[in-house]
């Protein structure tokens, strides 16, 4: 098959990755740089009914044919980064072209899936750009590419731990498909958040931080607690300001004197704050110290916080005593009436 026919006549997969940003990146412009024999081998199919992607809406015509794999290669030719053009492509008669029949659109995703599986060489921040992509593909808004929601194991704990095991049957390790599912769970609080600069534990340096944001790292926990509350606020006012609250690292309601106690959100900070240890204006002063950790009590510290923070931001709390709460109030909350929302 002729070069263009292949890079023109193939659409994407719904999975694929950001093609064009992915064949500048120096890794994959030298993975092609010299373009071998097994570079000529791919793999296409065609939709042989009208379906509808159940994730995006989006709607494809019997006919459509897609790309399964050898999606970069040819990019990354016609950008002028590898020794062969298509010219020269064309000349050795031109792409060696597997191409099946699928009856959906999910039949379409899982062969791509079955080569992404084999072989092996993505990075799970890859996997969930993959997914976004696919859950944006029918909205007129662009596609999120904030640096905070590119963690696949906060996304898949939340939808895990929201929507039960029958939709995510783990908490981690989901493949492209179940992250997209996940991406429109939580799509709302995404379109909410998108143009927030969150600084997490390799924050890229075109990512600019406000004064105070830089002292507050988004991990996994934060992330994930941000994104099951969101959800279970309806992503209210209030939700959104105290991720605000958080994110700017917000001390208002810190412990003054002897049973004044300290607001919920004054806790959290106190807990990610990163300079809390070797800046004396971030005295760590929190009443509950060493409770929240990640041994045993950490959801239900957290999510209890997170809550009191959204319902009643002023109260300041003394004794923190919440065991079993998230549990009790968060895991599997939404399982029961998942077709309301997928």
């Known amino acids: 098959m002729w070069f263009d026919d292949w890079f023109?006549?193939?659409?994407?997969?719904?999975?694929?990755?950001?093609?064009?940003?992915?064949?500048?990146?120096?890794?994959?412009?030298?993975?092609?740089?010299?373009?071998?024999?097994?570079?000529?081998?791919?793999?296409g199919t065609i939709l042989m009914n009208d379906d509808v992607d159940s994730v995006s809406g989006k709607e494809y015509k019997k006919g459509t044919k897609f790309k399964v794999d050898g999606h970069t290669r040819p990019e990354v030719v016609k950008n002028g980064d590898s020794d062969a053009t298509p010219q020269d492509i064309d000349d050795a008669n031109g792409f060696s072209v597997t191409i099946t029949q699928s009856k959906s659109i999910q039949e379409v995703k899982d062969r791509y899936k079955r080569h992404d599986s084999a072989e092996a060489v993505e990075k799970r921040s890859d996997a969930v750009a993959s997914a976004f992509r696919c859950a944006y593909a029918n909205r007129d808004s662009s596609i999120p590419d904030n640096p905070m929601f590119m963690f696949s194991q906060p996304l898949s704990y939340a939808a895990h731990y929201t929507f039960g095991s029958t939709l995510f049957p783990k908490d981690s390790g989901l493949d492209q498909d179940f992250l997209s599912r996940a991406v429109k769970g939580f799509i709302a609080g995404f379109d909410m958040l998108e143009n927030t600069s969150f600084k997490i534990k390799k924050t890229p340096a075109n990512v600019i931080v406000a004064p105070g944001q830089e002292n507050i790292v988004w991990d996994r926990w934060l992330t994930f607690a941000a994104l099951s509350t969101g959800f279970y606020h309806n992503w209210s006012d209030s939700w959104y300001s105290t991720v605000m609250k958080i994110n700017n690292c917000d001390f208002t309601g810190l412990k003054k004197r002897d049973g004044e106690g300290s607001t919920a959100i004054a806790l959290i900070c106190h807990e990610w704050c990163q300079q809390r240890q070797n800046n004396a204006k971030f005295e760590d002063k929190r009443l509950n110290k060493g409770q929240i950790s990640t041994k045993g009590g950490l959801n239900d510290y957290l999510f209890y916080l997170f809550d009191k923070a959204i319902a009643k931001p002023n109260e300041r709390l003394e004794n923190v005593k919440c065991k079993g709460y998230w549990?009790?109030?968060y895991k599997y909350h939404a399982a029961t009436n998942i077709n309301q929302f997928f």
Do not use: C, W, Y
């Open 8 to 43: 023109n006549g193939f659409a994407d997969n719904p999975l694929q990755r950001n093609t064009k940003f992915r064949a500048s990146r120096e890794d994959i412009k030298k993975r092609f740089k010299t373009f071998t024999e097994e570079h000529f081998e791919v793999h």
């Open 327 to 329: 549990s009790k109030m």
